[in-house]
Every structure is written in structure tokens, then in C-alpha cells.
């Protein structure tokens, strides 16, 4: 399969990442309209914190395919994963403002139904059995 410019909404932190979203006290994900890029000035300040950027932030980045341990072959196994567990009470009515639905590779393999959980996606927890909507993306 050919990325085609397809976008990771699963990425890990770094330089030239972009972020598109912060965890609220929900322990959800408060997506951007607009993502921002991850500059050298902020990718070195938030590597001198105490904790990973990917516990608050949401993060996206080219969708790099068979160089990452969530394809499968053919596609992202974390949205497939993630609709097929996620519990129908959390599951979002309303689409959220996204600034990289264009592009996003769950969105191109799953359409709007991506959309509809995305926001539950955790990229990184201490302890992964804490979050039920965890993504495994700690793991590269």
C-alpha cells in the first residue's frame, strides 16, 4: 500500500511532530483546530521534563507503514483494535474539529467512525492496563 501522504494521529514526540491535541481532566483529548509543529525550542524543552509529552500531548506524523509495529500489512491495526473494543457509551455523537482528518490514515481506512473515538486514543500511560483505549505506540 502506498502512503500517499497519510498522517500518524498516534505519533510519538519529536522534532517536526505535530500536535494536535491535549489530554483535559476527562482523560480525554481536546483536539486542535489547527496543529502545531513541534520546534526544536519546544521538543527540547519538554524532553528536560519528568514526564514523556506523550502522557498530555496528542501527537501526529507521517504515517510511516511497515516501519511502524502497529501495521499490519495492509493498514493501522490501532483503529481497527480500537473499534472493535471500545464500548458504544463512548462513543462520540458529533465528529470533533480536526486539522488533520484530510490526511489521517484512521480516517482514510475507517471514515468517520475513526473520528468518533479518536479522542479516547492514549499514546503513552505508565502502566498500559490503567487505559482501556490505550494505543500501544510506547512500544516503537
Do not use: H
Not at 502506498?2 to 480525554?28: H, W
Not at 489521517?104 to 483505549?133: H, I, M, N
Amino acid at each position: 500500500m502506498e502512503n500517499q501522504g497519510k498522517t500518524c494521529p498516534s505519533a510519538k514526540f519529536t522534532k517536526g511532530a505535530l500536535l494536535i491535541g491535549i489530554r483535559n481532566e476527562a482523560d480525554e483529548i481536546d483536539l486542535l483546530k489547527d496543529p502545531i509543529k513541534i520546534t526544536e525550542d519546544v521538543y527540547q524543552k519538554f524532553t528536560q521534563a519528568k514526564t514523556k509529552p506523550e502522557k498530555t500531548l496528542r501527537l501526529a506524523n507521517k504515517c510511516i507503514e511497515s516501519g511502524c509495529n502497529q501495521w499490519t500489512g495492509k493498514k493501522c491495526g490501532v483503529i481497527d483494535n480500537l473499534l472493535n473494543t471500545v464500548e458504544e457509551k463512548y462513543v462520540k455523537d458529533q465528529l470533533p474539529e480536526c486539522g488533520i482528518r484530510s490526511t489521517c490514515r484512521w480516517y482514510s481506512q475507517t471514515g468517520a467512525e475513526a473520528c468518533k473515538v479518536c479522542t479516547l486514543v492514549t499514546t503513552f500511560k505508565e502502566d498500559p492496563k490503567e487505559d482501556k483505549f490505550f494505543s500501544g505506540r510506547d512500544t516503537w
